[in-house]
């Protein structure tokens, strides 16, 4: 009994981690995506009011996608505002409900898991072989490393929703 109490505590203590690491990264991701903005805004008011755009927008918009894009995943699984389309599903009853969440959440685990581990295999070998933007020559290794970093944190709590998701099945 007291070690279940010790296990307890120490998975609260970790998805408290987990959830303010996501809540912080979010966060960053909010603010990439606000220079996103402005940075789009300038280039637009800098090529038709002055005729001279910002060199290099595109590539760097699309570098901080990256970041804008996968680092508020996680936080969005955890606060559970996603999208979701269950039109089907609520006509089925509580347990076949909680059996799919449980096979949902275990596919989105491994396959963010996968493209977590391979986009990290692609970021060692754009770092090994000196890979840069065409125009700006920033090197697209970091940010691969950003994708890995988010990847893995969606597929890291997608993975703790599912062991509550079996402890539910289980349970009934």
């Known amino acids: 009994m007291k070690e279940a109490t010790r296990f ?17 990264m979010a966060i960053i991701a909010s603010l990439v995506l606000g220079a996103m903005m402005l940075l789009t805004l300038g ?13 290099g927008t595109w590539e760097l918009v699309g570098l901080l996608l990256v970041f804008a894009g996968t680092w508020g995943l996680a936080y969005c699984q955890i606060k559970r505002a996603h ?6 599903l609520v006509k089925f009853p509580r ?6 969440n449980f096979i949902s959440y275990l ?35 970091p940010f691969m490393i950003g994708l890995t970093i988010g990847a893995g944190l969606i597929a890291l709590v997608l993975l703790v929703d599912f062991s509550r998701s079996l402890a539910e099945v289980i349970k009934k």
């Open 83 to 88: 999208i979701r389309v269950d039109i089907l």
């Open 43 to 55: 280039d637009v008011a800098g090529r038709y009011f002055f005729n001279r755009p910002i060199r």
């Open 107 to 141: 596919v989105g685990a491994v396959g963010f898991g996968m493209i977590s581990w391979q986009v990290f295999l692609m970021a060692q070998n754009y770092y090994i072989h000196d890979y840069v933007t065409d125009t700006l020559g920033i090197p697209i290794f």
């Open 8 to 24: 307890e505590k120490v998975s609260m203590k970790t998805r408290a981690g987990i959830e303010n690491f996501s809540k912080i």
């Open 95 to 100: 347990r076949i409900r909680e059996f799919v």
